[in-house]
T-cell receptor, first 112, second 112 residues
Framework: SQKIEQNSEALNIQEGKTATLTCNYT??????LQWYRQDPGRGPVFLLL?????KEKRKERLKVTFDTTLKQSLFHITASQPADSATYLC???????????FGTGTRLLVSP | SAVISQKPSRDICQRGTSLTIQCQVD?????MFWYRQQPGQSLTLIAT?????????ESGFVIDKFPISRPNLTFSTLTVSNMSPEDSSIYLC?????????FGPGTRLTVT
């Protein structure tokens, strides 16, 4: 069956450290993968998109990698700040163009 | 990026009743999407709404339970019909700009 899995346990790190979140997928062949941030009581906010032919993508303190052989994407936040505390979701197209399937999300807690 | 508003932001409803959720976008868009986020879960796509045509529903969702209207390029409604406690969720609409999606703030529905 098709699955998108993220670590369901919260990730606790100290301010200034690098946070690394994992997204693994099964029985999908995505042309691209996306990462979103979701704060409590709010809708997800788009962060980054990486295509299958891109190994790595960066935006400010964010970095995403995409390994289609391992069927895995890693999401890194460098020099993390308490304001980075949120749930991070990975997503890919499921049944069609723009029809996203989301992972379960990983909650990140950055302590001062 | 598109700015999306939803009404109501939250509601408490009795079982057997129906609730219509409104989604307004500040620009004209071709497709709008409706998602459900059950407590502690990730987002699940309910349907895709194109202006001037019937909505397309994902597996497990039917028009009789979740009728959708799309009267113009900036507005859509989702009705949750004959509600049961299992319908208690956050309902979100979104629009796509290319492959990036932008979400409304969500409607938190509690069915008692």
């Amino acid at each position: 069956s098709q699955k998108i899995e993220q670590n369901s346990e919260a990730l606790n790190i100290q301010e200034g450290k690098t946070a690394t979140l994992t997204c693994n997928y099964t029985n999908y062949s995505p042309a691209y993968l996306q990462w979103y941030r979701q704060d409590p009581g709010r809708g997800p906010v788009f962060l980054l998109l990486i295509r299958e032919n891109e190994k790595e993508k960066r935006k400010e303190r964010l970095k995403v990698t995409f390994d289609t052989t391992l069927k895995q994407s890693l999401f890194h936040i460098t020099a993390s700040q308490p304001a980075d505390s949120a749930t991070y979701l990975c997503a890919l197209e499921g049944t069609g163009f723009q029809k996203l399937v989301f992972g379960t999300g990983t909650r990140l807690l950055v302590s001062p | 990026s598109a700015v999306i508003s939803q009404k109501p932001s939250r509601d408490i409803c009795q079982r057997g009743t129906s609730l219509t959720i409104q989604c307004q976008v500040d620009s004209q868009v071709t497709m709008m999407f409706w998602y459900r986020q059950q407590p502690g879960q990730s987002l699940t796509l309910i349907a895709t709404a194109n202006q001037g045509s019937e909505a397309t529903y994902e597996s497990g969702f039917v028009i009789d339970k979740f009728p959708i209207s799309r009267p113009n390029l900036t507005f859509s409604t989702l009705t949750v019909s004959n509600m049961s406690p299992e319908d208690s969720s956050i309902y979100l609409c979104s629009v796509a700009e290319g492959r990036e999606q932008y979400f409304g703030p969500g409607t938190r529905l509690t069915v008692t």
